[in-house]
């Protein structure tokens, strides 16, 4: 699952620090353009997927490696 082109860690960051920076990190890429995204906040578990959902970006969980949660986030068209 880390075969995406860019990695952003969010590892020590607390909601709702780690969806604001996914975004900013997602306005920032093209269309299309892979993040694999790692984060220890159980919320993030929860808030990761529903901010992709909402922002029109695909989102898939891969699987934990130990208490971090790992996303491939896919930017889509919407902004």
């Known amino acids: 699952m880390t075969n995406a082109a860019e990695i952003l860690d969010?590892?020590?960051y607390r909601c709702p620090m780690p969806v604001i920076r996914l975004e900013a990190a997602?306005?920032?890429?093209p269309e299309g353009a892979q993040l694999t995204v790692f984060a220890?906040?159980?919320?993030?578990?929860?808030?990761?997927?529903?901010?992709?959902?909402e922002?029109?970006?695909?989102?898939?969980?891969g699987?934990?490696?130990g208490g971090t949660?790992?996303?491939?986030?896919?930017?889509?068209?919407?902004?």
Not at 56 to 61: K, S, T
């Open 63 to 65: 699987p934990d490696q």
């Open 26 to 29: 997602l306005r920032a890429l």
């Open 55 to 61: 922002g029109g970006h695909g989102c898939d969980r």
């Open 40 to 53: 220890d906040d159980p919320v993030a578990a929860i808030d990761i997927p529903l901010s992709c959902r």
């Open 69 to 79: 949660c790992v996303f491939l986030v896919t930017r889509g068209g919407k902004d």
């Open 10 to 12: 969010l590892t020590g």
